[in-house]
């Protein structure tokens, strides 16, 4: 049977060398992901472009996430893991060599693009593929440390382009990705083993066209929403209808192109949500303090990838005992505690200016990310409780579509706020406070999900 339907027997060997190289690729493309964070501004000026719309180059990059995401699991089913796994990775291959070689905005934005492609699929791929090799009774701990990967990928991206920027140019953001890619495919190519089987399915291309063109509507709306508001409100009402008609749609067909009927399972549907606000709340500020930093402390770009360096370290050795807690205790004493630090911690970008200490704003956001770490992947591995073997690449691909659909919301959402004041010191405050509602949604999300488990 595949690894779609029943707990994958594969031996100690073979599941560290699975482990190995899914986490690594899924690392790199993580990474590469928020990249382009620091590097917008100079990027906006050697391109001549406005900062408004050199920001397509990452929330246009979390779009495509989200809607290529909702594909990933017919694609898992139709096709062997060794077949999706060397595609994935050849695509993003691809991706990056048009990067290497990009000389106008456009093309690196198309290089942007055939990247985000891969790294939708590749983020479902991995943590289906995690979950499958390893038995429930670890589960918290394999999720953690996926979920240390999905957090500390994105964290340690801008700190990355700082550095390389500081040193050469843009371009290299992709030349020194592609190598490694390029290594990890040949890797693949020779070791990777195939341990599933490919299903006759058909894949409903009506569904395929409803998800596309709905969540692409929808999701590109938040981005046109700064320029015109009457434009994005159309495309936002359009986008979500036809989100609804392939929603009822899904749930005729015998074989849907997601299941979205696990949002039916309370825990999975509350857990979601609280992973998807504890993810938005990382990204969002994650975007928001380079803006900050390099518009009003007027630092450089390697300086604001280093303020964000000690967060990332901290969310990834968080990351790592959070797993083990969870498997022993559960997830109510870390998802409580970690709001109470992230709120702790956001004081002092409440009361940001222009004078604000850069160690304060490093050591706050470091703290924060510590609580954002403490609340991500217990969320993550409880909304799995309760989902079907057989339905858990589906599961991750709906978890995996809403988190980073809510993660491109925030950053847009957040930026365009930070952006609406005269000054962008009270702009700041503003789209923090917005992260603090969030913080308390999710708390209240979890209260109430704790409530039913109870009963």
Known sequence: MSM?????????????????????????????????????????????????????????????????????????????????????????????????????????????????????????????TMISIYPPQRRGTILGISSLVVAFGPAIGPTLSGIILNYLNWHYLFILILPLMILLWVISLFTFPNYSTPRPIKIDLVSVFESLIGSGLALFSMSVFGYNWAIASVMLLVGIGILYIFVK????????LLKVAILKERSFRLMTMVGMLAFSVLLGTEQLIPVFTENVSHVSSMESG?????????????????????????PKGLIFSGAILMLIATIPFLTITKDTPIWLMTVAYAIRMAGNAMIFSPAMSESFVAVAHEDISHATALNNSLRQVSGAISVTLLIVIAGLPHSLVTGMRVAIWVTVFCILCLSVIFASYLKHKQK
């Open 249 to 256: 749609r899904q749930l005729r067909l015998k074989q849907p």
């Open 306 to 330: 280093m303020i964000l360096l000690p967060g990332a370290i901290v969310n990834a050795l968080c990351a790592a005992l959070v797993g083990r807690y969870y498997d022993a205790h559960g």
């Open 4 to 128: 779609r339907t029943s707990r994958v027997q594969i031996d100690t060997k073979t599941r560290l060398i699975v482990s190995a190289v899914l986490l690594l690729s899924t690392f790199i493309s993580l990474g590469s992901q928020t990249m382009m964070v620091t590097a917008l501004p100079v990027i906006s000026h050697q391109m001549h472009v406005s900062l408004n719309i050199t920001q397509l180059l990452t929330t246009a990059y979390t779009l495509v996430i989200g809607i290529v995401t909702p594909l990933s699991s017919n694609l898992y089913e139709k096709y062997s893991n060794r077949q999706v796994y060397l595609g994935i990775i050849g695509t993003f291959i691809v991706g990056t060599l048009v990067g290497c070689f990009a000389n106008n905005f456009y093309s690196l934005l198309l290089a942007r693009l055939i990247q985000a492609c891969a790294g939708g699929l590749l983020m479902s791929f991995q943590m289906t």
